[in-house]
């Protein structure tokens, strides 16, 4: 039995069906040979006892013409009455002749035959032949004497024997009949036994695939119900044939894999749960922080200006009032504290103005850059006069943003240009735009002393300064200034080193969706590139921060104009408030 239980469900199924199989074909050939005997018997009824029965009777008729035959020749003589006679002994060797073949499986049946052949002749030989011949040589009287008792008592028995061959062929064609009724009865069985068979093999195989496909699946599609339903530590066994018990393995296997890597997911989830709350503590604790900042920001506009504010007055009084009157040492003294004093007010208005991007917003609105290089031209106007410098600009778009960071930005730019010249050449300062995918890139380009490669990241890091502040004054934050403002637009800002002449700053800014989509309908009409041009408003410019197409606005030394606000709008006194103190 263990062997069996390890047959596969393909064997199982396999040797039933050759069970079956076998028995049908045995029983198929077994009704074969039963048909071919019950056919035999019907022939043989058909065919030979019946004809028999037939000829027999016909013998008889026969043998009874020749008897009446010879009777009448003896009263008349004439041998017209022998012609029956004749007729009946031609048509009885006729008809044993047609017996005989007829005969080969019923011996008893041809002995009977030959009895009666016998007995006919006996009676010919001893009472017809006489008769015949006495009745033709002495007339009819003599030919009737000889026609005794004991003649017909000779002719009775070749009716005995007529009548044993009759009894004869009907026991053979009983036998006959009594054969087919049985093996009539035999091939019924047979067929029944075969519908048996058949009926027996589908109820085991109904049975069997119930017992080993239908209950170990049903049994194997619950466990992984409940698996599925979440219950992934419940173990899944098989039952059945080895391919159901290995399919469970291998589901198992599988349920063992997930719930394995939902444990990690699990353990995960709870790491990251613990770092997420870490990290609200932390951002807790940065909000926190960003209050104590904005306290300290507070303290030192307000608290920490006031003392500067009159240590700068004091030694300003002092240089005033003591100066020459003192040592040449002292009056050196007094000038280092009033130029210390005043670069920290400087300092911490630059951090208070970096610390508050972002966080003192009015909010994105449309703003029109073309606007705000007219305020940046009017800012920066004091300083251009005094370096005898040139601002010009293409056609620039219109962003979203905040006014006044982007003009802190554009100011910032194009102060740091105008502050890092070259001796001896009139700054020239360029501002550009053009649409790249959808954004706006933004091109500040002047022909000032430029900036080495190995130093493009470093300008924009807080308080990193590339030149002494007696070459140069700043407080070195002006370009972070500049990344913080173009970061908090969602841009990015970068030095383009490849410039054969002087610095390019360019950076990025996200494009309206309208001029993104009249740049796309532009190009697909013109089956080309996008061109833009100033007449929609989006400026482009080349490699050299140039736009093509469209008229510059220059803002030079008392000739400067701008089609929105102009640079007569600039303060009076050519000053730009606290933004010149705010440039890096």
């Keep these: 039995m263990t062997g069996v239980r390890e047959w596969t469900l393909r064997q199982r199924v ?98 009977q035959l030959r009895v009666v052949e016998e007995r006919a002749e006996a009676w010919r030989q001893a009472v017809a032949v006489p008769v015949i011949t006495t009745t033709e040589q002495s007339g009819t009287a003599a030919g009737q004497a000889l026609v005794t008792d004991q003649a017909r008592a000779q002719f009775d028995q070749v009716r005995a024997a007529l009548d044993n061959l009759q009894s004869e062929i009907i026991e053979a064609r009983q036998q006959s009949a009594e054969d087919v009724r049985r093996t009539s009865d035999l091939l019924v069985v047979l067929l029944i036994a075969a519908l048996a068979v058949v009926v027996i093999a589908g109820s085991m195989l109904l049975i069997s695939l119930d017992k080993m496909v239908v209950r170990p699946l049903t049994g194997l599609a619950d466990q992984v119900r409940e698996v599925a339903e979440g219950d992934y530590r419940n173990g899944i066994t098989g039952a059945g044939p080895p391919e159901f018990v290995r399919l469970a393995g291998d589901v198992d296997a599988m349920r063992r894999k997930i719930a394995k890597e939902l444990d990690e997911v699990r353990e995960a989830r709870e790491r990251i749960e613990w770092v997420n709350s870490q990290l609200q503590k932390q951002a807790e604790e940065l909000t926190r922080s960003n209050r104590d900042l904005e306290q300290f920001a507070y303290v030192a506009s307000h608290d920490l200006q006031e003392p500067l504010r009159k240590v700068a007055s004091f030694c300003q009084l002092l240089q005033r009032r003591y100066a020459g009157q003192l040592d040449e040492r002292a009056d050196q003294y007094i000038a280092f504290a009033v130029d210390g004093a005043q670069r920290m007010q400087r300092l911490i208005n630059d951090l208070l103005a970096f610390s508050r991007i972002g966080r ?178 989006d400026g482009t410019s080349g490699d050299d921060g140039g736009a093509t197409g469209v008229p510059e606005q220059a803002a030079g030394s008392g000739d400067e104009t701008d089609a929105t606000d102009g640079p007569d709008r600039a303060p009076a006194g050519g000053r730009t408030g606290d933004m010149r103190e705010t440039v890096g």
Aim: hydrophobic fraction near 45%; charge should be negative.
């Design 14 to 111: 396999v040797s039933l069906l050759a069970v079956v199989a076998v028995l049908l074909v045995g029983l198929a050939g077994g009704a074969v040979v039963v048909a071919a005997k019950n056919r035999t018997h019907i022939d043989a009824i058909l065919n030979k006892t019946g004809p028999l029965r037939v000829q027999a009777q016909e013998v008889l008729n026969s043998l009874l013409d020749q008897e009446t035959s010879v009777r009448g020749f003896a009263v008349s003589g004439d041998q017209a009455d022998l012609a029956p006679y004749d007729a009946g002994r031609a048509r009885e060797r006729e008809l044993v002749a047609e017996m005989q073949p007829l005969l080969r499986d019923y011996p008893a049946i041809r002995e």
């Design 360 to 537: 003192l917003t009015t909010g994105f609105t449309e703003v029109d850059m073309n606007k705000v290089m007219g305020d940046v031209a009017g800012q920066t106007e004091a300083a251009r006069q005094y370096a005898d410098a040139e601002l010009t600009w293409d056609e620039l778009p219109v962003v979203r943003g905040e006014e006044p960071l982007l003009t802190n930005l554009l100011a910032n730019l194009v102060s740091n240009s105008i502050k890092f010249r070259r001796p001896d050449v009139p700054p020239k300062v360029h501002v550009s735009a053009r649409l790249v995918g959808d954004e706006w890139e933004i091109s500040c380009q002047d022909n000032g002393i430029g900036i080495e490669p190995e130093f493009a990241d470093k300008i924009f890091v807080i308080f990193q300064r590339l030149h002494a502040k007696d070459a140069y004054p700043g407080t070195g934050i002006g370009l972070a200034i500049v990344k913080k403002i173009v970061e908090y637009h969602g841009g990015r800002v970068w030095v383009d080193t490849g410039t054969e002449e002087g610095t390019a700053i360019r950076f990025t800014l996200p494009a309206l969706p309208e001029d993104v989509e009249a740049a796309t309908a532009a190009a697909a009409d013109a089956d080309g590139p996008a061109t833009d041009d100033a007449g929609d408003g």
